[in-house]
């Protein structure tokens, strides 16, 4: 199981870290943290998968992220100072998570003296990662046109994997938690990729697309 938080960290020292922790197991649909609870640690994904919501003020979620095994969420509570979880977090899946308490990293050195600086270093580049991935969904916002958020999403997941002109990729999302993520109704966007599709701009079927045409999804975004 890859964990960025423990990056070039010995196993036996990731025991004793993980042996501070505590292991709690959640049913598919099961509510892992509600937003504005009060928050003592911060989770770490051991296995399943689990989805970060927001309400807005009509009370519609919006999915902020989608986390697998070695994810983590609620880190950056651990230096703030209100204690409070920002959003509330489901079991998509069954799901067990690891549960740090957010004083330990204070403690951390004294508690892992052979490991806290590189857990430290990594902890801070999740939180910066965390910052970067929040920006980024800002900048889909900003984009007004539907169609503009869903080429900017394809361009980049088919980048993020490597993947040419032609080549098909597999997006993380299905299409209720896409439609979320991009801020936009389900059937209209179902409408505008079978549009892009019609149009010879994309291939799809279910998860999985193909680009073929670059600059027009380019020209979309802009």
Not at 40 to 53: D, H
Not at 140 to 145: A, D, G, H, M, T
Not at 147 to 171: H, M, P, T
Not at 179 to 191: C, G, I, K
Request: proline share 2%; net charge positive; hydrophobic share 40%.
């Amino acid at each position: 199981m890859a964990m960025p938080l423990f990056d070039e960290i010995e196993a036996t020292e990731v025991s004793k870290i993980i042996n501070a922790c505590t292991l709690k197991k959640y049913q598919k649909g099961e509510c892992i943290a509600r937003e504005g609870e009060n928050c003592s640690a911060f989770g770490i994904v051991a296995t399943g998968e689990v989805v970060v919501l927001k309400e807005n003020a009509h009370g519609e979620s919006q999915i902020l992220a989608k986390l697998f095994s070695g994810k983590t969420f609620g880190e950056m509570l651990v230096y703030s100072s209100v204690q409070k979880w920002p959003a509330t977090v489901w079991a998509a899946e069954d799901s067990q998570i690891y549960f740090m308490d957010l004083s330990r990293m204070f403690r951390g050195q004294a508690e892992f003296p052979d490991c806290y600086e590189k857990l430290l270093r990594n902890f801070l580049r999740v939180l910066s990662d965390k910052a970067l991935n929040l920006n980024k969904k800002l900048e889909y916002l900003s984009l007004k046109k539907m169609r503009g958020r869903l080429a900017k999403y394809l361009l980049e997941q088919a980048k993020r994997q490597g993947k040419q002109v032609g080549d098909y990729f597999e997006i993380p999302l299905n299409r209720n938690e896409l439609a979320d993520f991009l801020s936009v109704a389900r059937t209209s966007m179902s409408r505008e990729l079978s549009k892009m599709k019609a149009e010879g701009l994309i291939d799809f079927h279910k998860n999985q697309f193909r680009i073929f045409s670059l600059e027009n999804l380019h020209l979309a975004v802009e």
